[in-house]
């Protein structure tokens, strides 16, 4: 199916906002990748900050709906855990350019969107919370400072925009699952001897 102009718009924005990032990539540029007049982007588009916006607060929305439903489900910690790691790492493998838009450029959010983006990003953290909190309730997971865990265990799913190549050897799926581990044993109540 193919893109409105609306979407190839937002596609080839993400691009530029990856690569040069969003202060220094102009209407003009984008418009110059679709090979258009600047002047009619503004017919699909109102401005710069409104790609940025909708950029960022999809790839939110995504993330949001995903651990809503991890949480939603009767699953242990250590499933939950799993199935928010794997749908992070979908998520941003799925889209590398947005995805990267999402994690560096959000800062250059006009201040009332950027209240409003803060707002989910922390709602997302607390859902990884949630399963921390749970985790500890089974006596699964040890960990006393749930801000630092969640924020480590983010950190290295977000670092996959820096080194993930589609074609690479590894498929997201088998990503999630290396990540997963890795984090579950840094989690687990050690067991005293």
């Not at 690569?19 to 102009?26: I, M, P, Q, V, W």
């Not at 258009?36 to 409104?50: F, T």
Request: charged share 30%; net charge negative; hydrophobic share 40%.
């Amino acid at each position: 199916m193919e893109k409105s102009r609306k979407e190839q718009i937002i596609q080839s924005a993400a691009k530029l906002f990856k690569e040069k990032g969003f202060e220094a990539a102009s209407m003009r540029d984008i418009a110059r990748t679709l090979g258009i007049e600047a002047a009619s982007l503004y017919s699909h588009i109102k401005s710069k900050d409104e790609i940025l916006e909708l950029i960022c607060f999809r790839t939110a929305d995504e993330l949001i709906k995903a651990i809503d439903e991890v949480n939603d489900l009767y699953f242990n910690a250590e499933e939950k855990l799993s199935m928010a790691i794997k749908n992070h790492v979908k998520i941003i493998t799925e889209n590398l350019d947005s995805s990267s838009v999402f994690l560096r450029e959000w800062r250059h959010l006009t201040k009332p969107k950027l209240k409003e983006f803060i707002s989910l990003r922390d709602r997302y953290e607390n859902g990884f919370k949630q399963i921390l909190v749970n985790g500890e309730n089974e006596n699964v997971f040890d960990a006393p400072d749930k801000k630092f865990a969640v924020l480590t265990i983010l950190s290295a799913l977000n670092w996959l925009t820096e080194w993930y190549n589609p074609n690479g050897k590894m498929t997201p799926d088998e990503i999630a699952e290396h990540l997963t581990e890795f984090i579950l044993t840094g989690l687990r109540v050690k067991s005293v001897v």
